[in-house]
């Protein structure tokens, strides 16, 4: 897909029903990531759990097709954003990127189980790589109330992963949100390159580069995954490998296709 999530063994998205969004704004985020609101064309607010997706209906030369993208937003605003990456070559981008305000696409959903449940752990760490931070980005105000109300002694990592400090999307308002919430802490980890002089919560290296510094607890934690699949299955087996039971390891692949 075009830097969206891959739904794995969901092939019922047109039994469904589907409705039709209006593209409200779009702007391009980072080089290569393109951030797009959208309203649903009979007003009425899409109703959804942070950190599910949806699927875009989109008219390609020969068919349609389906592309699938989690949810970049909190639940509760009338607008529905998602955050699209570039796939040289794509149809399925060409298109995409191509929408202006006033256009018009067909979607399914919500869809996915990839959400934030009623349970009480001591930490949450939201691993991801690239787009697939739009779900974490959705959470935060979930996660806001559960340091408020719901769960006062609860702790979150955000941990980002891209290749260099330009392909930073959302990088501010996670910094941000880290100053206001003492107990919510955002690392950015560039696999290539990283600035002469970097922020607190920037680090050179892939994700598991800040996995040390977490001391990560299988007893405590439960770790979400969100991104390429080479990074979850990598991480996986790591997290497996230190004690983690597979179901305090959740798992949402993205896929890149045309």
């Known amino acids: 897909m075009a830097g969206g999530f891959n739904p794995k063994g969901k092939t019922h998205f047109m039994a469904h029903p ?40 989109i008219e390609g030369p020969t068919k349609i097709l389906h592309r699938s993208y989690s949810i970049a937003n909190a639940p509760g605003d009338d607008t529905l954003e998602l955050a699209c990456a570039y796939v040289e070559g794509g149809v399925a981008t060409t298109l995409l990127f191509g929408l202006q305000p006033g256009d018009a ?37 979930d996660i806001q109330d559960r340091f408020e109300n719901a769960h006062p002694e609860l702790n979150v990592a955000l941990v980002l992963g891209v290749r260099n400090p330009t392909e930073l999307l959302f990088g501010e308002e996670f910094a941000q949100f880290e100053k206001q919430q003492s107990r919510f802490k955002f690392y950015a980890c560039y696999s290539q390159v990283l600035l002469e002089n970097p922020g607190s919560f920037e680090r050179l290296g892939r ?21 390429n699949p080479n990074m979850i299955d990598e991480n996986f087996a790591l997290l497996t490998e230190m004690g983690f039971d597979k179901k305090a390891v959740r798992r949402e692949k993205y896929a890149f296709s045309h």
């Open 207 to 227: 994700v598991q580069v800040v996995f040390d510094e977490l001391a990560l607890n299988p007893e405590n934690d439960i770790v979400y995954l969100c991104g």
């Open 105 to 141: 696409v067909s979607a399914s959903g919500p869809f996915g189980l990839f959400t934030l449940k009623e349970e009480r752990p001591m930490r949450y760490v939201l691993i991801a790589t690239g787009t697939g931070v739009a779900p974490y980005r959705s959470m935060l105000k």
């Open 18 to 57: 589907t409705r039709r969004l209006i593209v409200q704004w779009t702007k391009r985020i980072t080089p290569l990531i393109q951030h797009l609101g959208f309203l649903a064309e009979d007003k009425q607010p899409i109703p959804f759990k942070a950190g599910q997706f949806i699927t875009l209906n």
